[in-house]
């Protein structure tokens, strides 16, 4: 079957760094998601990789390693404002995303 | 800019009732998609369309309708509700490159009860 594993929840403090984990299997591959969404509302796209390595925008980077089906995504700075929920999604061989469970970040001061 | 609209936001049933969430896009998007949210778990496709006049079953497709008459519009029809269908639906959009990101409405809040 497909999956994709999330830890569930984290917690981190106002200012620091965190990173969240995102290991996938399923059948093919052709790219994977990140997104955020904040409690009642949306997911709003962050970012998407295709091919290995690291992808930067701004306090948010987002690193793939297809051999090792894992991704994850590195918020810098944190600010209040970044909690909310972060989703992974993988397409897979018939470009259909398949979602994470999500996790619920939180930011203490 | 509207982007993805969904109507209603909420909505109340009774078991048995029927009713139709529409979700309408403006940025001429081929594909949308009907998703389900629910505690503890992750997006999960009901119905997707990739053009006007076609649609397609994703993975919780019992019980739910849907029909792309025009381009922009995509219908999600609950025949019968049931309790099992309580739960946030999500409309989301992208266009005909299997790459692109989807665009999200805000949601709609069905409680069967």
């Known amino acids: 079957g497909q999956n994709i594993d999330q830890p569930t929840e984290m917690t981190a403090t106002e200012g620091a760094i965190v990173q969240i984990n995102c290991t996938y299997q399923?059948?093919?591959?052709?790219?994977l998601f990140w997104y955020q969404q904040h409690a009642g509302e949306a997911p709003t796209f962050l970012s998407y990789n295709v091919l290995d390595g690291l992808e930067e925008k701004g306090r948010f980077s987002s690193f793939l390693s297809r051999s090792k089906g894992y991704s994850y995504l590195l918020l810098k700075e944190l600010q209040m404002k970044d909690s909310a929920s972060y989703l992974c999604a993988v397409t897979d061989s018939n470009y259909q995303l398949i979602w994470g469970a999500g996790t619920k970040l939180i930011i203490k001061p | 800019n509207a982007g993805v609209t969904q109507t209603p936001k909420f909505r109340v049933l009774k078991t048995g009732q029927s009713m139709t969430l529409l979700c309408a896009q403006d940025?001429?998007?081929?594909?949308m998609y009907w998703y389900r949210q629910d505690p503890g778990m992750g997006l999960r496709l009901i119905h997707y369309?990739?053009?006007?006049?076609?649609?397609a079953k994703g993975e919780v497709p019992d019980g739910y309708n849907v029909s792309r008459l025009k381009k922009q519009n995509f219908l999600l029809g609950l025949e019968s509700a049931a309790p099992s269908q309580t739960s946030v639906y999500f409309c989301?959009?992208?266009?005909?490159?299997?790459?692109?990101?989807?665009?999200f409405g805000e949601g709609s809040r069905l409680t069967v009860l």
């Open positions: 369309s990739v053009g006007e006049g076609t649609t």
């Open positions: 399923t059948s093919g591959f052709n790219g």
């Open positions: 989301a959009s992208r266009t005909g490159d299997d790459t692109g990101e989807l665009f």
């Open positions: 940025m001429n998007h081929e594909y």
